[in-house]
């Protein structure tokens, strides 16, 4: 296993564990907003970590280039779903869960 | 954004930022081919036309490369570390979340960097943006006090006052 192998399964690991964990808030979270939390923080850098492995493992800088790209349109796409849930539930006056 | 002083010098870079922009994101699409060149500089050029095209043209913002380069690692950084506290707070035996809204005035004036603003709020570390209206930021916390929350809030907009040339703004 060449080096590069090695820090591509390193990166992927990390990857798979932000996606567990943004999966494991969702559930666990107490509303819809802890829950936007979650999602958007976690899974963006899940996709990070892993679209960098698959980066390394291309060998190419145009792939690595595709990656970045889907990964900056994934947050942008995040970040605006996030704020459109969150505007929604508000003008529908959902309360924020607080600690009781 | 009033156009006060869009001069020609501003218009050629504005032009040339777009060509490139578009020359690598038709060369990162092709996946570095070289042999499909022409149906690309065709895709390219009716590209740029409809980018200039008014239903499509959007407010000229300003932006800083020095700032672009001094926020891509903040931001990198305050990313891994928002992810690292969902984690903790996911993972951990009973749930940690003590959760409160407060409203942000921004001194950011670009209507462009009041909107990417926002964004990067919900990407950062126990923050979400849950409202943008005129210049104000409505902010869901997951925990934290007021004024902790305030404080991060404020250091991200003075970066990104900084990446869009906006030094005097954040104060």
């Known amino acids: 296993m060449s080096a590069i192998d090695a820090i591509s399964v390193v990166l992927m690991l990390a990857g798979a564990f932000f996606f567990l964990a943004g999966t494991v808030g969702f559930l666990r979270f107490p509303d819809l907003f802890t829950r936007l939390h979650a999602l958007t923080k976690a899974d963006n850098l899940g996709f990070g970590f892993i679209g960098a492995a698959l980066a390394l493992q291309s060998g190419s800088w145009a792939v690595a280039g595709k990656i970045l790209l889907i990964w900056l349109l994934l947050m942008v796409s995040a970040s605006a779903c996030s704020l459109l849930v969150a505007r929604g539930a508000l003008r529908n006056r959902i309360e924020p869960w607080r600690k009781p | ?171």
């Open chain 2, 1 to 171: 954004m009033p156009a006060n002083s869009i001069s020609t010098q501003t218009r050629a870079r504005e032009l040339l930022l777009r060509l490139a922009v578009l020359l690598s994101l038709w060369w990162v699409l092709d996946e570095g081919r070289a042999d499909g060149w022409w149906f690309g500089a065709i895709i390219i050029a009716c590209a740029l036309a409809l980018s200039f095209a008014a239903p499509f043209a959007r407010a000229p913002f300003r932006w800083s490369i020095t700032g672009a380069a001094r926020f891509i690692p903040y931001f990198l950084y305050e990313s891994i570390r928002g992810g690292w506290d969902v984690a903790r707070r996911a993972f951990g035996g009973a749930i940690r979340v003590e959760p409160s809204m407060l409203t942000y005035a921004t001194h950011l004036r670009q209507p462009t960097a009041r909107v990417f603003f926002a964004h990067v709020i919900s990407l950062l570390p126990g923050t979400l943006s849950t409202d943008l209206r005129e210049g104000e930021v409505t902010i869901h916390a997951l925990a934290g006090t007021e004024a902790e929350v305030r404080a991060g809030t404020r250091a991200l907009e003075a970066r990104v006052a900084q990446l869009f040339h906006e030094e005097g703004a954040a104060s």
